[in-house]
Every structure is written in C-alpha cells, then in structure tokens.
C-alpha cells in the first residue's frame, strides 16, 4: 500500500496504478472531494438546531375557563405551526381519523376535515382557508399559527383574542388585570391586586423584581409602564413575551414579594435586613464535650417559652427506610430527636417529643398533637443512607381554593405558617453549613408537614464523611442537633406568632 | 472366551449409555434455563412504534437533587393517552439503565395513565415500582417531580395528577412522599425551580 500525495486514501499500489487506471483515480478523487464536503454540511446542518438552548423553544401558552396550557411551535418550511389535536384535546372531547393524506376530526358535535398540503378545510359543513397549508405528521395534524384564532372561533363558537408577538391565546374573557397601590409609608410598599389567584416566578436582581406569570392569564394594567412617585420604588413596566407575561418593579433598594393566603394580592417591599447577632461560640468537632448554651440561664428564664414539636419520623411497625440490614430509621431518628430535644431545652425551649419509645403514631396523629399543643414550630426528623449531609423540607402546597375564613383544608393547614416556615428552613440550612454539613434545600409532598398550623420542618439526615456509621455516630448528630436548635433560637421572635 | 459379537454389542450399548447420560443432561440445563426465564420480573410491554417526536424528559439526578430537562426523540402513537404511557416509559428507561442518574429497578412499569378531562391525570404504577423503590424523602419526591413534570409538559392541558399503585391509592410511594392528594401541576413546578 502507498499513500498519494493528492488522495486521503490508501491505494493498493501492488495491483493498481495511476499509470494503469489515471481518469479513474481522477473522477475518484474528485468525487471524494464532493462527498466529504456534502458530508460536512450535512452535519453541521443537523447540529445547528440541537445547539439552540432550551430556554428558546418558542411556545405559545392558551388561557380558558376549562384549561390553561403551552404549546410548542413548529416550525415547517419557514412558517410557525401548531398541533390540532395539542390544541384541541384539552378544551373538550376529540376523537380522529386518519390515513396520513387527510384527517377527519370531531371536537364535541363539530365534524371537521382537513387535507395535508392544503389550504382550505371543511368545518362544520362550511369551507375554512388557512393562511398556510395544513400538515399531517404521525396522524396528527399542524395548523398555521396564523389561522389560530380563526379555526378556535369556528370550534368553540366563543371570542377569541390571539396575541400573536406574545404567542399568547386568550379564550373567551378571562384575562387577569392587575391594580397597583402604592403604599408611601416607611418603608413603602407596593400593593399589586389581582382579579384571580396567581402564581408567579419570583426573580430578583439589583435595582428590580420581575414577576413572571407562566400560566396566569396576566393582561397589561392598561399601560406597559407606571411610574410612582416615590425615592424608593419608582416605576412598574409590563412586557410579554414567549407565553409569558412578565411584571417588573424597579426600585433604588432590594425588593422582596409577599402572597397573600389567597394569592390575589402580592405586596412588594423592601427587605429588611435583620441586626447582626454575634456569632455563638462553635464546637471545634466531635467529642469536645456538650456545646455552650447560646443564651445564659438567667436570660433564657425572661424569655417567653416556645414550645417546639419534635417528631421522630416512623416508628413501632413502621420502620422507615433500612439503613442498613440490621439499622432501621426509626432508631435513629429516636436518638436523634432526643439529642434534638436536649440542645432545645439547654436553649430555652420548652420540647415535646412526639414519640419518646418505639411506638407507632399515625401522621394524623402526629400533626393533631402538634396542633393541640399549639407548639410554636413542628420538627420532623428522617435518617437516610443514600448521599451526604443534609437536606431541609418544608411542605409542598397545592395553590389553595376559595377562602373559608378561618378554616383550612387539612391538607393545606400549613399554607399560612409556610412562609415562615421557609425562613426556619433557610435558617436551618445557614447554621449546618456553619457546622461543616453539605445541605440542601427544598420542598416535599411529606405529611403531616402539611397538616401542621405552626412553622414547620422536616430534616433528613444523610451520611457524613465517615459513611453510614455517622448515623449512628453521637458525636455527628449531636453536631446536627446543635445546629438545629441554634438556627431556632435564630428565628425565635418569628415563632407563635399567628399570621 | 466371550464370543466377538457379543463384545462389540456390549461396547455399543455402552457407547449409547454414556451418550445418553450427556443428553440427559443438556436436556435438564435447557430447563434450568428455561425456569429461569420464566421468573424474570421485567415488564414485557410491546415496544411503541411510529414516527419519532422530540419530547422533553425531566430526569432525576439524585446527587443534584433536582431535575434536568433531557430533550430526546422517541416513537409516539397518535392517541393522547397512549402517547402519555409511552412517554413516562421512555423516562422509566432512562433510570433502569446501570449508572442511572437515580435507579430504578427493573421490574418497575407504568401500568397505565388515565387522562381525566378536564385536566386531570391519573398514573398507574405497578407494585414493584413501589415497593422496590429507594426509601427516603428526595428519592421519593424527586421520581413523583419527574412523572409528573414529564407529563405535564409534554401533554398540554394537564393541571393536575394521582398517582395509583396497582389501581388503589397508597399513603405514601416508599415510606415518605403522601400520595394520598393530587400534585398541582404548577406547584411542581414551581419547587422544581427552587
């Protein structure tokens, strides 16, 4: 084998030649030449879309009375395009036929057939033309999003208002216009109204607060900027894009947003910043001895006692998870809350341990002696054998249904104390960083953290360096224990307080 | 002296023994092998057929803690629900595979999903997938975020989602995350974004 100097390819020089074969080797080489350019544009075609960044996916979100939901926008031969089935099958009942050349629908009693690749249609027995041919992909079909309002209107016989820039869909009245108020005091605070329950994404940065509304039907408040007179918060700008709406205050301080119960109502206000306390004395590791008590004794008795609802998570014939073949996370998280329960008490808290034995107790059983009670904060306490550390819950909430005065659904008891409850939790998690715990922070669906009516958390704690023998390690939990109870008594003037 | 026809036939006759012996004894690894066949648990769900889709799956990384949008092509059917059970299966296959993000055993299946309208939606996961699955508050919590906002943002309109094991409700998926109520589809979100 020889390698040409004008060829990439080896030529078996034993059996052919130039000389032999010259216009071949020729064609050959220029025919190579082509393929692998082909091949070259090829590839970097197909990688350019994967390349974009999700976040650029265009959508389109549809606001109705029955369901609100987003869309992907197709593009197909330069022309943006939505699913017909996407965009029908949540607003009511839909059944198909079709052989991949045409598709015959019906949404509710309206018959409707289309014809891939072209433009006019036949819905409800009358003609309809797209501004674009229709498509069939899979047995499913794409509309134009140019013919998108037009196509509702004829199906669902209702007004239908399509923002197109906006990529956002309204059906019927149902749009949500906020209010401002400007309350001017110190410090002031906006007070933005909503006809609805919303549900923004929060986002900070300096100098602004943006409230993105994902799949609240937010319409602008009748201008795109409101200007306050006011040195702190100065003005309100609406913008949508993408299906969303976005609401951002501008202000000269940092800003923070409070929900209402209800969530038709966010306050925006400035953050106020706590004084510093002095950094308490901390342990150089484990067995040094006990820890020294935050508070002095003396101090600790003029202070009003907290009652703090310590829960060993499981128990009796619930063992929990098995740490081990022969560990279960009851033992430890029984160990654990009693250490807990001592670091509280040399604090000043008074404790009460919702299981002191290898006892079993309903979770309803568990948040009624919480509630009755009436502890001041609700600690749930879980072992686990997967990870390192810890991880801070506080409940996961679905959005809250009309008000009924003073009651709470049961599951949702928790809704009010929930914002504090992510401030002990934020606490929590500040204090076991301080004691060298790799933390996370989050929220689950963990009963009874939901059925509780004080501030409540739930802590699961992980292996440390030493692997699972940490669990059972005094030593480590009394480290997790200590930094619990210092993040508590952190936050002590926000507990027994009824919101 | 033993006559020479009567050698040779005893020397056959053992030649057939022996050959018998090793036959026997093939035959009994071929139903060893056979009964060991019959007992593995993954499930045998026909493989989905159609063009492919580029769908968003919401992967679990247990290290993280959190949830990684994956964009991946899969085939789907053209009905709605049967394109939500594939679509929940596609995810399941991602965490049986070894070196998982956060396993799942292998014997954990989708039985059934239920679209309830308006906006509800219903999975149905086998017993194993429940009672094989890792105890513990981020485990649990982390597989129902993936189900449901795999779900939810691959088939619009859905608000809200149940979870079953083997058609009846459960308190809780392992010993920790309830089941009991239905996951609001924005919360979900909203805490997935946390």
């Known amino acids: ?499 | 002296m033993i006559p020479r026809h009567l050698l040779i036939a005893v020397a056959v006759l053992l030649v057939l023994v022996v050959a018998m012996g090793l036959y026997l004894r093939h035959m009994r690894l071929q139903a060893r092998e056979l009964e060991s066949a019959a007992v593995d648990a993954s499930p045998v769900a026909p493989p989905a057929t159609g063009p492919t889709e580029t769908v968003t799956l919401y992967v679990a990384d247990d290290t993280a803690g959190l949830l990684r949008p994956r964009a991946t092509q899969i085939p789907l059917p053209g009905g709605r629900q049967q394109r939500a059970e594939e679509l929940l299966r596609a995810l399941l296959r991602i965490y049986q595979q070894p070196g998982a993000t956060h396993p799942l055993v292998p014997a954990a299946d989708i039985r059934a999903i239920y679209l309830v309208d308006p906006g509800a939606a219903v999975i149905d996961l086998n017993a194993a997938f429940a009672d094989q699955h890792r105890s513990g508050i981020q485990s649990e919590q982390l597989t129902v975020n993936s189900l449901v906002q795999t779900l939810a943002v691959n088939v619009p309109g859905i608000q809200r989602v149940n979870i079953l094991v083997e058609g009846k409700t459960r308190d809780t998926l392992a010993g920790h995350t309830d089941l009991s109520d239905s996951f609001d589809v924005i919360t979900i979100e909203q805490a997935g974004s946390q």
């Open chain 1, 1 to 499: 084998m020889r390698w040409s100097s004008k060829l990439q390819f080896s030529v078996p020089s034993s059996r052919f030649s130039a000389r032999r074969f010259p216009l071949r080797t020729e064609n050959w080489e220029l025919r190579t030449k082509i393929l692998a350019i082909l091949l070259a544009s090829v590839t970097l075609l197909s990688a350019a879309p994967s390349s974009l960044p999700s976040g650029d996916e265009k959508q389109i979100s549809v606001y109705s009375s029955v369901a609100i939901y987003k869309l992907p926008v197709l593009e197909r031969a330069g022309r943006d395009y939505v699913g017909l089935l996407d965009l029908l099958e949540p607003l009511g009942r839909v059944s198909t036929e079709s052989n991949g050349r045409w598709l015959k629908l019906r949404y509710n009693a309206i018959d409707a057939e289309f014809v891939a690749g072209k433009t006019r249609a036949k819905i409800h027995g009358h003609d309809f033309d797209f501004v674009a041919p229709f498509l069939i992909e899979n047995s499913r079909g794409l509309i134009p999003l140019g013919s998108l309002s037009a196509l509702l209107q004829r199906f669902l016989g209702t007004p239908v208002n399509f923002r197109e820039s906006a990529r956002r869909l309204f059906i019927g009245d149902v749009g949500i216009q906020p209010s401002f108020r400007l309350d001017a005091g110190t410090p002031p605070r906006l007070l933005l109204s909503f006809s609805a329950p919303v549900n923004p994404t929060i986002s900070t940065e300096p100098g602004k607060l943006r409230m993105t509304f994902k799949r609240d039907p937010v319409v602008s408040p009748g201008s795109q900027s409101i200007s306050f007179d006011n040195k702190i918060i100065t003005h309100a700008s609406y913008s949508e894009n993408n299906g969303d709406a976005e609401l951002d205050v501008t202000a000269n301080e940092p800003l923070m947003a409070t929900f209402s119960s209800d969530r038709r109502t966010i306050v925006i206000s400035t953050v106020t910043v706590p004084a510093a306390e002095p950094a308490p004395a901390t342990p150089n590791g484990a067995g040094t001895g006990p820890p020294k008590p935050v508070q002095s004794p003396a101090v600790a008795a003029n202070v009003h006692r907290i009652l703090a609802a310590v829960d060993p998570a499981h128990g009796g014939d619930e063992r929990g998870a098995a740490l081990t073949d022969t560990l279960a996370e009851k033992d430890v998280t029984l160990g654990f809350a009693r250490l807990l329960r001592h670091e509280l008490e040399i604090r000043g808290f008074a404790v009460a341990l919702l299981r002191d034995a290898d006892t079993s107790l309903t979770l309803d059983q568990r948040a009624a002696a919480a509630n009755v009670a009436r502890a001041g904060i609700y600690i749930s306490l879980h072992a686990v054998s997967q990870g390192t550390g810890a991880r801070v819950y506080t409940a996961l909430l679905p959005v809250e249904g009309p008000n009924n005065g003073i009651f709470h659904a049961w599951n949702a008891a928790q809704a009010p104390a929930l914002p504090v409850s992510r401030i002990v939790s934020a606490a929590i998690a500040t204090e076991m960083q301080k004691k060298e715990f790799a933390v996370q922070v989050s929220s689950a669906s963990l009963r009874p953290l939901n059925n509780v009516s004080m501030p409540a958390v739930a802590v699961e704690l992980a292996p440390g360096e030493n692997g699972i023998a940490d669990l059972t390690n005094a030593n480590y939990q009394q480290r997790a224990a200590s930094a619990i109870a210092d993040a508590v008594v952190a936050v002590r003037d926000r507990l027994g307080v009824q919101p």
